[in-house]
T-cell receptor, first 112, second 116 residues
Framework: QKEVEQNSGPLSVPEGAIASLNCTYSDRGSQSFFWYRQYSGKSPELIMFIYSNGDKEDGRFTAQLNKASQYVSLLIRDSQPSDSATYLCAVISNFGNEKLTFGTGTRLTIIP | KAGVTQTPRYLIKTRGQQVTLSCSPISGHRSVSWYQQTPGQGLQFLFEYFSETQRNKGNFPGRFSGRQFSNSRSEMNVSTLELGDSALYLC???????????????FGAGTRLSVL
């Protein structure tokens, strides 16, 4: 079983709709969770981070964490063509440990 | 504030050669982590340096090594290059202080290495 799992997609969403990206992780002791966006040929760019159960909102983005279910998700509201990218879920097991374990990423395409 | 700077951006080497990649972190950041990204394996952690010491290490062979200087700049070296080492090598920096859940890693643009 992979440590961090994501649906590789591609996920196609109409412009203006909500895109929902999901991620599960195997280490129950994981502490910090990150969503990075990566455009083709570019480096990962941080979108959101979350470390407490519940929802965290930043503009059009909402991260949701459920530690009991070992599940983290990212919602993108009012999806724009510029949101088309690969979204990477990453997990840190322990505070003070800088090792990010990444999922394989979900490729998201927003259809105009 | 300048971001994470990686040099060179592109490299072409042949099998058996060695290569050194450089990373300058964001000013004030003391932790530098290195990752390898390939289409087949995705993003994989190589190692992390903090205050000139390797603090974490991934599951890569000893041909992959690194170091960090007193100004937090880091270098990564790959010896005896193999075709499978062709990848995008990414460096990320963070404050690196222990116990900080908000230790965000910021990535550089990467060095794309092609081994022929």
């Amino acid at each position: 079983q992979k440590e961090v799992e994501q649906n590789s997609g591609p996920l196609s969403v109409p412009e203006g709709a909500i895109a929902s990206l999901n991620c599960t992780y195997s280490d129950r002791g994981s502490q910090s969770f990150f969503w990075y966006r990566q455009y083709s040929g570019k480096s990962p760019e941080l979108i959101m981070f979350i470390y407490s159960n519940g929802d965290k909102e930043d503009g059009r983005f909402t991260a949701q964490l459920n530690k009991a279910s070992q599940y983290v998700s990212l919602l993108i509201r009012d999806s724009q063509p510029s949101d088309s990218a690969t979204y990477l879920c990453a997990v840190i097991s322990n505070f003070g440990n800088e090792k990010l374990t990444f999922g394989t990423g979900t490729r998201l395409t927003i259809i105009p | 504030k300048a971001g994470v700077t990686q040099t060179p951006r592109y490299l072409i080497k042949t099998r058996g050669q060695q290569v050194t990649l450089s990373c300058s972190p964001i000013s004030g950041h003391r932790s530098v982590s290195w990752y390898q990204q390939t289409p087949g394996q995705g993003l994989q952690f190589l190692f992390e340096y903090f205050s000139e010491t390797q603090r974490n290490k991934g599951n890569f062979p000893g041909r992959f090594s690194g170091r960090q200087f007193s100004n937090s700049r880091s270098e990564m070296n790959v010896s005896t290059l193999e075709l499978g080492d062709s990848a995008l090598y990414l460096c990320a920096s963070s404050l690196g202080e222990a116990g900080g859940p908000q230790n965000i890693q910021y990535f550089g643009a990467g060095t794309r290495l092609s081994v022929l």
